[in-house]
């Protein structure tokens, strides 16, 4: 098992766990990103840096990943694809996809994005939290401890 951060959006104090839990564990952890983003010394810990072009961080992961695997991230249609190679998808509020429940995200997610095009409404998700990093702690180590 290894896990890959879908790591140009997610939030630091996410990021900061994933890389404990990677040395603790003795788990690879790639982050995929368009950028640089700095990342803890260890032979366990490296970032594959993409081209800026739309969705090349979630195609390079969706290529790179195995079953069993988990991707963090917050894109529900990355989650879909991750889903569908039978890997695990964790938000980083620490929700996990599932199948049961990803069809449903997604046409939730389609949905608001098509009344905020529309200008129906704005806004978007709450401001990240410390209870989210929490259950995102909890939810990893649930998925680290079955290994």
Do not use: W
Not at 91 to 114: C, F, V, W
């Amino acid at each position: 098992m290894r896990i890959f951060i879908d790591a140009d959006a997610c939030p630091k104090p996410i990021k900061e766990i994933l890389f404990k839990a990677a040395i603790r564990t003795n788990t690879e952890l790639i982050l995929v990103a368009n950028q640089y983003i700095p990342i803890p010394s260890s032979p366990l810990i490296r970032i594959i840096q993409v081209a800026k072009i739309f969705d090349e961080a979630d195609n390079k992961i969706v290529e790179m990943i195995n079953a069993k695997d988990i991707v963090v991230t917050a894109d529900i249609p990355l989650a879909s694809n991750v889903i569908d190679k039978d890997a695990i998808a964790l938000n980083p509020r620490g929700r996990l996809y599932t199948k049961d429940s990803i069809k449903h995200q997604l046409a939730m997610r389609n949905l608001m994005e098509q009344l905020r095009n529309d200008q129906l409404i704005s806004g978007g998700p709450k401001s990240f939290s410390k209870d989210n990093t929490q259950a995102f702690a909890n939810q990893l180590d649930k998925l680290l401890a079955k290994r």
